[in-house]
């Protein structure tokens, strides 16, 4: 193995393969790359790499494996867990250069892109074919699909589309040791084996690179109609989740706090309806018939008549639904300045009430001076908590305090099964951890995984959990 730690000489190597000008060390760069949506950690990669083709993504990987760098995959950088973090003298592979539709089967409704492609030019793709590809989230704008294909981003439509991992019919992948796989080509069956495509969703840049995905596409919603509740309390939540999804067929349930709502309401929005309640559901279904809106103002006045509801507005046109969706998809941009300490937590549907009960009184009793906000994804038990930092307290004190509270947390979570990360990838924020989900056994398993597809250590080294042989 060729041996060198000059920097120089390392990079000038790589410029020999990719055209120098994508091969950046200015400190701008170096900034921007080497951090995701976290601000928790101080970005500091050794360059950023843009690799134009697949064939420069593998020589680059070979080039890693031959000298021992470490490569941090890059997409939209909108990550919430610190995956695509670079802070220790690290190469950066941003795959934004390689951001082209490569191919669309209208038979097959299949579309196969580049990983670099934003989330949402996906979207409007199938769009503009009367497709419609289904998973959604806030940052559509700015994630890229390998990104998504990497954290398995979910969103807010996975009650009724389920997550990335769902809509992956094809992966061309570049694993760790620098073999360029095409994985399951795009079919629908297919049983000659293990999955290996299944590994690399989820992965989050530590088996490989992704380069390439081939994604199926849907029948789009039609007409779909936006409701938002004012609801009292958790069980007459999920009371209304049990008799809506019963009547509906619904594609969104979600949830939010007043004080959520509040945050948001500062951005300028407005508040659905007069009165205020602890919390709100946000429900979309498909509105093909009369019939289905009908029904869901039924199923509202029965809802009242529980008193599972305090009031609720329906929207009349699309420009309303975008106008009632904005007061939960902007709640996180809204606090951001906060610099939140977030949980991202998943348990079985049925266990959320209890759980959220349990979890909230341990975060009343354990942060009384801090702003907590509870919303997400409630329907598919996928909750998130944000703490948000009080102005006069030192950044390190509060993350060490939210930090303890975690581990109390967690503990209470592995009691009800459930994940210390539902979406968000554990990247390094949630690594400590881990073991709150996954018992030592399992993670040994990890380690075989990570052994075999990256054995020197330089996919991503550190994130998720330390292989002993990290470059
Ligand atoms: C959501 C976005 C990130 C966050 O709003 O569903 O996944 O936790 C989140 O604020
Ligand atoms: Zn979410």
Redesign the pocket.
């Known amino acids: 193995m060729p041996y060198s730690n000059d920097p120089t000489m390392l990079l000038d190597g790589i410029r020999a393969f990719i055209d120098p000008v994508h091969v950046r060390t200015d400190p701008d760069s170096r900034l921007n790359y080497g951090r995701d949506w976290t601000r928790l950690y101080a970005p500091n990669p050794l360059a950023v790499v843009l690799p134009g083709s697949v064939d420069q993504a593998q020589q680059l990987v070979r080039y890693a494996n031959d000298y021992r760098l470490a490569l941090v995959p890059s997409g939209g950088r909108t990550g919430?867990s610190g995956a695509a973090v670079a802070c220790q003298s690290e190469i950066v592979v941003s795959l934004e250069r390689m951001n082209q539709i490569i191919e669309f089967d209208p038979v097959d409704r299949s579309v196969t892109c580049q990983a670099g492609v934003v989330t949402e030019a996906v979207q409007n793709f199938a769009r503009e074919h009367d497709l419609y590809y289904p998973v959604d989230?806030?940052?559509r704008g700015s994630s890229q699909i390998g990104g998504n294909i990497a954290t398995n981003a979910?969103?807010?439509k996975v009650i009724r589309y389920g997550l990335t991992r769902n809509w992956v019919t094809g992966l061309k992948v570049i694993t760790g040791r620098g073999d360029l796989l095409e994985l399951n080509r795009g079919l629908i069956k297919n049983a000659s084996g293990y999955d290996l495509r299944h590994l690399f969703i989820g992965s989050e840049g530590t088996l490989g690179l992704i380069v390439e995905a081939t994604l199926q596409l849907t029948r789009p919603l039609r007409e779909p109609v936006v409701m938002v509740l004012g609801v009292p309390n958790l069980d007459s939540m999920m009371s209304l989740y049990h008799v809506f999804r019963n009547k509906l067929e619904l594609s969104a349930f979600e949830f939010f706090s007043e004080l959520a709502l509040r945050h948001v309401l500062n951005k300028g929005l407005h508040r659905p309806f007069d009165v205020a309640t602890p919390y709100y559901v946000l429900i979309e279904f498909d509105n093909p018939e009369q019939w289905h809106t009908d029904t869901a103002l039924a199923l509202f006045e029965q809802c009242a008549e529980q008193g599972w509801l305090a009031d609720g507005v329906i929207s009349q046109s699309e420009s309303q639904a975008k106008e009632l969706w904005r007061l939960?998809?902007d709640?996180?941009e809204s606090?951001s300045e906060y610099l939140?300490y977030?949980n991202?937590l998943a348990v079985r549907i049925s266990r959320a009430p209890a759980f959220l009960a349990e979890a909230d009184a341990l975060l009343t009793r354990e942060y009384p001076d801090f702003e907590v906000l509870w919303?997400?994804?409630i329907g598919d038990g996928?909750l998130?908590i944000?703490i948000l930092k009080p102005d006069k307290l030192d950044p390190a004190a509060f993350i060490a305090k939210c930090g303890t509270v975690s581990e109390h947390l967690f503990s209470i979570l592995q009691q009800y099964g459930g994940s210390i990360s539902a979406?968000?990838g554990v990247g390094l924020t949630k690594k400590p951890y881990l073991q709150y989900t996954r018992d030592e056994t399992e993670i040994s398993y990890l380690r075989a995984i990570k052994q075999a597809f990256d054995p020197n250590g330089i996919m991503n080294p550190g994130k998720i959990f330390d292989s002993h042989n990290d470059a």
């Open positions: 919430l989230f806030a940052s979910g969103g807010i939960r998809e709640i996180s606090i939140p977030k991202d919303y997400g994804h996928n998130h944000n979406e968000h």
